[in-house]
T-cell receptor
Framework: GQQVMQIPQYQHVQEGEDFTTYCNSSTTLSNIQWYKQRPGGHPVFLIQLVKSGEVKKQKRLTFQFGEAKKNSSLHITATQTTDVGTYFC???????????FGTGTLLAVQP | DSGVTQTPKHLITATGQRVTLRCSPR?????VYWYQQSLDQGLQFLIQYYNGEERAKGNILERFSAQQFPDLHSELNLSSLELGDSALYFC??????????????FGEGSRLTVL
């Protein structure tokens, strides 16, 4: 079945450093979504990318969707302590109606 | 507040028992999704309903079942509980369903502990 992997599993950065998480799917995705889950919280939607090669920015966050629509990345510039949490990508693969979540990347930010 | 309500927030029960988790989607949303999140694990897709009908199925155990009622609320039934069923169960809703769906709105989850 469809698998969505993310690397790294965990990253610890100093406040002000940049951070990137990568998302790779075993199948072509019709779109990709990104969610953030704060510790003890529930996933919250960040963004959706639909087009091949699409790049979107939200303040310090930059999201990319790969040309082959099988991978995506989230880059955070100059991390802040408020960025702490687990970042998940999620996508619909092929003809499936299942929104499959990636394995997630836990970001820790040291002040 | 996402607008998705899940009850109960916490539940402690014994092995072999049966529990029911309830979810009320956001007003106007027709799709309901159930995900399982074990400790330090990702979100495992269980099942999706759209306007009362099952739309997609993930790796949901045969001991688990779900349904969506005419008022669009959903229930996830977990039976013959095992220790490994201890997890956070999230419900999410969206306006539509399928690959054209936009964002999912998640509830705060129901934490199940099986002793």
């Amino acid at each position: 079945g469809q698998q969505v992997m993310q690397i790294p599993q965990y990253q610890h950065v100093q406040e002000g450093e940049d951070f990137t998480t990568y998302c790779n799917s075993s199948t072509t995705l019709s779109n990709i979504q990104w969610y953030k889950q704060r510790p003890g919280g529930h996933p919250v939607f960040l963004i959706q990318l639909v087009k091949s090669g699409e790049v979107k920015k939200q303040k310090r966050l930059t999201f990319q969707f790969g040309e082959a629509k099988k991978n995506s990345s989230l880059h955070i510039t100059a991390t802040q302590t408020t960025d702490v949490g687990t970042y998940f990508c999620a996508g619909y693969g092929g003809a499936t109606n299942k929104l499959i979540f990636g394995t997630g990347t836990l970001l820790a930010v040291q002040p | 507040d996402s607008g998705v309500t899940q009850t109960p927030k916490h539940l402690i029960t014994a092995t072999g028992q049966r529990v029911t988790l309830r979810c009320s989607p956001r007003s106007g949303d027709l799709s309901v999704y159930w995900y399982q999140q074990s400790l330090d694990q990702g979100l495992q897709f269980l099942i999706q309903y759209y306007n009362g009908e099952e739309r997609a199925k993930g790796n949901i155990l045969e001991r688990f079942s779900a349904q969506q009622f005419p008022d669009l609320h959903s229930e996830l039934n977990l039976s013959s509980l095992e220790l490994g069923d201890s997890a956070l169960y999230f419900c999410a809703s969206s306006l539509s369903g399928g690959s054209t769906t936009g964002e999912l709105f998640f509830g705060e989850g129901s934490r199940l502990t099986v002793l």
